[in-house]
């Protein structure tokens, strides 16, 4: 049984194929559902807020940022939501390889993958205050359970973005 | 009497008045988000070199900012909108 740490690797038809232990599958499905609970956070959010920022620091713009926002956000939020949809179904062809579940991503599937992925990211980060640099977690840490799993989605962000600059 | 002459000009409808100063698109540095996907984004949205997309994400990194693109409001509103589409913290300002 060949070991998967590299977790991307090319497949038949510019497809990518995502190799994952059954446990980080179960984490990754359960993304899309955590996401959609962001976009429907009440204003004020940091974790939306960081997902939805402004256009314009200058405060004698206001005008043009209210008109960003009115004309941008509805879009942004639309091509997020079809990323969650065009993920979930790419979990729904999950095949068994051994001990591994395996995906065929397409190019859209990917940038699908690769929206929620960096999404994820920055909600958990912005909510657990990240900064730059090394995490160390302390078993104790209340947090410890979502650093962890903010650890884990960078490295296979990191992986797949590898993948794509080739 | 007379009165001065008084010249007549006319008036300005071209699209570019001398008020329309050129706007610049600025991407923060921000806790989260990865070197290589920023440079990837660099590369996809604005056709940059690997080298060029690289410079400019250190410029972020290293300084705190960077200008990544330039032009009209309404081309770097565009831009600013795209940059938040892959979840990078960008704005706009005045060139100058």
């Given at each position: 049984?060949?070991?998967?740490?590299?977790?991307?690797?090319?497949?038949?038809?510019?497809?990518?194929?995502?190799s994952l232990a059954p446990a980080e599958m179960d984490l990754l499905v359960g993304l899309p559902a955590e996401l959609r609970g962001v976009f429907d956070a009440p204003a004020g959010d940091p974790g939306a807020a960081r997902l939805f920022p402004r256009a314009y620091l200058d405060p004698t713009e206001e005008e043009a940022e209210a008109e960003y926002e009115?004309?941008?956000?509805?879009?942004?939020?639309?091509?997020?939501?079809?990323?969650?949809?065009?993920?979930?179904?790419?979990?729904?062809?999950?095949?068994e390889a051994?001990?591994?579940?395996?995906v065929a991503l397409t190019p859209?599937?990917?940038?699908?993958?690769l929206?929620?992925?960096?999404?994820?990211?920055?909600?958990?980060?912005t909510r657990l205050d990240v900064t730059e640099g090394e995490l160390t977690i302390a078993d104790d840490d209340p947090n410890a359970a979502a650093y962890r799993i903010y650890a884990w989605l960078t490295s296979l962000q990191g992986e797949l973005v590898e993948q794509l600059l080739g | 009497m007379t009165t001065a002459p008084v010249e007549i000009r006319e008036p300005d409808v071209s699209e570019e008045t001398t008020t329309d100063r050129p706007w610049m698109v600025i991407v923060w540095n921000d806790p989260v988000n990865l070197m290589s996907y920023v440079v990837y984004v660099f590369q996809k949205l604005f056709g940059y070199s690997?080298?060029?997309?690289?410079?400019?994400?250190?410029?972020?990194?290293?300084?705190?900012?960077?200008?990544?693109?330039?032009?009209?409001?309404?081309?770097?509103?565009?831009?600013?909108?795209?940059?938040?589409?892959?979840?990078?913290?960008?704005?706009?300002?005045h060139d100058s």
């Open positions: 049984m060949s070991p998967r740490w590299k977790r991307f690797r090319r497949g038949p038809d510019h497809t990518l194929v995502v009115a004309l941008v956000q509805p879009d942004l939020l639309r091509q997020r939501l079809d990323a969650l949809e065009l993920v979930t179904a790419s979990f729904d062809r999950a095949v051994g001990e591994w579940r395996e859209d599937d990917v940038g699908a993958w929206g929620v992925l960096n999404d994820t990211r920055l909600v958990l980060g | 690997r080298k060029k997309a690289t410079k400019l994400m250190r410029q972020v990194h290293e300084e705190g900012r960077a200008a990544v693109s330039d032009g009209t409001r309404e081309k770097c509103e565009a831009d600013v909108a795209r940059l938040h589409a892959h979840g990078l913290w960008a704005t706009m300002e």
